[in-house]
């Protein structure tokens, strides 16, 4: 018993790290109708651009903060402005497509700086804690505290203050908060800027485990996108709730069954949850006229 809390305690610090880059899935499809699929590439640049600030002699919190700012520009403003504005008119497809091919130019273009991996200093202290027999890591620990923190506080922004109102009702009806005068480009651009701060937080948390590599942002964007689905498309709660029902599946499978079947995890869940549910755990059912 155990070790199956000790699996449970672990795959919830890993799902906290799906449910963030997930929620920027949900945050951009509300807001703005957009399907990004290299979100697990844009935590993989936060995470080269620290480890370039550090190399500089820059502290982790200065290399982290300028990443943000960075990111922001580039992975906000610049994505917005050079690939979702002009596309947007044309459909979702041609989105879909665009998004697909920056991922495979952002991975191939790091791949050129060197192929290997490169570790990457973590927050927390390398310490074990034995609780009542369950033996749980500081690193699990604070990464499972701090991306909870960041996902709470990002749906308490979007729920309880003016901008974050504003935002919503730009999700719901983009003509009508237009009508009420809400600034409906900046809420979108506020939506994408969210987002890359997001992948930054998870570049942090994920990179001292995965290590920094060109490819690491395939998986997890794969499994955020399962998760997102999982959830509920719709829903920012159910990026939360998907993340970590991917987390605990790939570890309890991984011991359980065969470590071989790990990364299926997240296909099988999400090919259950489409099947039976497909507007997601917590997702709301949406009509479309044809």
């Not at 920027?24 to 651009?49: C, D, H, K, R, Y």
């Not at 919190?61 to 990443?67: G, I, N, Q, R, V």
């Not at 879909?96 to 991996?117: D, H, P, W, Y």
């Amino acid at each position: 018993m155990a070790d199956f809390f000790q699996l449970l305690f672990s795959g919830l610090a890993t799902g906290s790290i799906y449910a963030l880059a997930a929620l920027g899935f949900t945050l951009l499809w509300q807001a703005s109708g957009t399907i990004n699929f290299a979100q697990g590439e844009f935590v993989m640049l936060p995470a080269f651009a620290m480890l370039a600030f550090a190399s500089f002699g820059m502290p982790m919190p200065l290399s982290f903060f300028l990443t943000i700012v960075l990111a922001i520009a580039v992975l906000g403003w610049a994505f917005k402005r050079g690939i979702v504005d002009p596309l947007f008119r044309y459909g979702m497809m041609q989105i879909v497509v665009a998004t697909i091919g920056l991922s495979i130019a952002m991975r191939n273009g790091v791949r050129l700086t060197g192929a290997e991996a490169h570790p990457f200093p973590s927050l927390f202290a390398d310490r074990i804690y034995n609780i009542a027999g369950v033996t749980v890591t500081q690193s699990d620990i604070g990464t499972l505290v701090l991306a909870m923190l960041l996902v709470i506080g990002t749906q308490a922004f979007l729920a309880r203050t003016i901008t974050g109102r504003a935002m919503q009702a730009v999700a719901q009806n983009t003509e009508s908060a237009s009508v009420l005068g809400i600034n409906v480009p900046r809420m979108i651009f506020y939506t994408f800027a969210i987002n890359a701060i997001l992948a930054c937080a998870a570049a942090l948390l994920v990179t001292p485990v995965y290590l920094a590599k060109f490819d690491m942002g395939e998986s997890l964007g794969t499994k955020a996108f399962f998760a997102a689905v999982i959830g509920g498309f719709n829903n920012s709660r159910g990026a939360l709730l998907g993340g970590l029902i991917v987390g605990v599946g790939e570890n309890l499978a991984a011991a359980y069954v065969s470590a071989a079947y790990k990364d299926a995890v997240a296909l099988a869940l999400f090919m259950v949850v489409i099947l039976f549910k497909p507007q997601g755990l917590l997702g709301r059912k949406e009509e479309r006229k044809v």
